[in-house]
């Protein structure tokens, strides 16, 4: 099956600080999604990409769509202490019946103040 | 609007016990999804719901039984659950289309079940 491999898997950085991650997999999508999820809560999402190629940002946060469709990344500028969680990458495919959502692992980071 | 509404927050219960948990959302999306998420994990697909109707079920054990009373409506039926079942329990809804941002899913903020 699909799967996704992200990293970091966690990183530990200064406030201020920029932040890069990416996700690539072994076959394509046609819609790449950022999450993120703060403790004991849902994924809320960041970023939607539907176009490979595409460039697209929601304030500090980038997000770009592999012109492969195999890969995405986000970028995070000048953090701040509230970018604290994890972020998960994930991949869909949809059409029919199938709306599931390909998730990466995970990348857990932490801003110190 | 995007919200996802999941009801209890937390919920703990024994093996023995029967619970659900209910999921609810008025954006008026057709597809609606639970996940299980345990610690530093990804959320794992249980069930998917489309237009009211079970259309996948990724080989959940049967103590788990979805059910959806109508469009905007989604309960997970708990009963006889293992310790291992502790997790976070995710809903999620989107629209339904080919490709863009009707295939969206949001998610709700989750219930925590801990079985004793």
């Known amino acids: 099956g699909q799967q996704l491999n992200q990293s970091p898997q966690s990183m530990f950085i200064q406030e201020g600080e920029d932040v890069s991650m990416n996700c690539t997999s072994s076959?394509?999508?046609?819609?790449w999604l950022w999450y993120k999820q703060d403790p004991g809560e849902g994924p809320v999402l960041l970023i939607a990409?539907?176009?490979?190629?595409e460039l697209t940002s929601n304030g500090r946060l980038t997000a770009q769509f592999g012109i492969t469709r195999k890969d995405s990344f986000l970028n995070i500028s000048a953090s701040i202490p509230s970018d604290v969680g994890i972020y998960f990458c994930?991949?869909?495919?949809?059409?029919?019946?199938?709306?599931?959502?390909?998730f990466g692992k995970g990348t857990l980071l932490t801003v110190n103040p | 609007d995007t919200e996802v509404t999941q009801t209890p927050k937390h919920l703990v219960m024994g093996m023995t016990n029967k619970k659900s948990l209910k999921c609810e959302q008025h954006?008026?999306?057709?597809?609606m999804y639970w996940y299980k998420q345990k610690a530093k994990k990804p959320p794992e697909l249980m069930f998917v719901?489309?237009?009211?109707?079970?259309?996948i079920n990724e080989s959940v054990p049967s103590r788990f039984s979805p059910e959806c009373p109508n469009s905007s409506l989604l309960n997970l039926h708990l009963h006889a659950l293992q310790p291992e079942d502790s997790a976070l329990y995710l809903c999620?809804?989107?629209?339904?289309?080919?490709?863009?941002?009707?295939?969206?899913?949001?998610f709700g903020a989750g219930t925590r079940l801990s079985v004793l």
């Open positions: 999620a809804s989107s629209q339904m289309g080919a490709v863009g941002p009707k295939n969206i899913q949001y």
């Open positions: 076959s394509i999508f046609n819609t």
């Open positions: 990409l539907y176009k490979a190629g």
């Open positions: 994930a991949g869909l495919n949809s059409g029919g019946s199938n709306y599931k959502l390909t």
């Open positions: 954006m008026g999306h057709r597809a």
């Open positions: 719901y489309s237009y009211e109707k079970l259309s």
